[in-house]
């Protein structure tokens, strides 16, 4: 898991525009955007609400730890604060919109922007991912784990093209991943779309959980 330097993660939240060029002075006064994801939740049976809650906890306390980890920061430190200060876990819980959505359900719920802007519908297609917590994600005693589905996934582009040389398709637009992976999920997001951040299927089963490597 690699590391993150502080400063370069804090700037790059900053708002720029594309094409622009700014002296040191604008760029200090530049908004900041939030990082983080949006995470549906679409199950709502029993004991759901308090396996919801805790999710949420585990998740955001999971994101601090491993933050101060990845920048080798101090909780105390003011910039590591600041940092966490733009972080945003936008949970989503509507039994009467939510409730037994599929991913490609939830896909237009998140294009649409039901129940308002959702996190990075706005910014770079990398990004634009959401979490889900589903039937299995919340009846899981551990919570453990949470889904991440990409919004912009396009099952024809990841069909192989030749299915005589026994290729299988291994991605289909989502993964399992530690609840605790969050920030390495928005790091790696920088530079790379989550079809090469997932671990591969095995015969369309998601067996394997993301852990941040």
Sequence with gaps: MDSANLDQWIDTLRCYEDGESYTDEQVANLPYRNWGF?????????TSQQAWETLLSKITLGT??????????DSDDSEFQQLMSLFRLDARSDG???SGLDMDQLRGVYRDRVGGMPMNADY???????????????????????????????????????????????YFGWMKMKV????????????RTLDSIAPQTIGGMHLAIWEGD
């Excluded at 949006?38 to 029993?46: E, L, N, S, V, W």
């Excluded at 024809?156 to 040389?165: C, E, G, I």
């Excluded at 605790?180 to 530079?191: D, F, H, K, M, Q």
Aim: hydrophobic share 30%; glycine share 6%; aromatic share 12%.
């Design 124 to 170: 770079h297609d990398r990004y634009q991912l959401f979490l889900l917590a589903d039937e299995e994600v919340l009846a899981d005693p551990e919570l453990e784990m949470v889904k991440c589905v990409e919004f912009n996934y396009d099952a024809a582009q990841h069909v192989p093209r030749n299915s005589r040389l026994g290729g299988a398709q291994r």
């Design 96 to 98: 009467g919109t939510l």
């Design 38 to 46: 949006t995470i549906y939740r679409t199950y709502y049976g029993p």
């Design 180 to 191: 605790e992976t969050v920030p390495y999920l928005w790091n790696e997001s920088g530079y």
């Design 64 to 73: 601090q730890e491993r933050t101060e980890e990845m920048t080798n920061s």
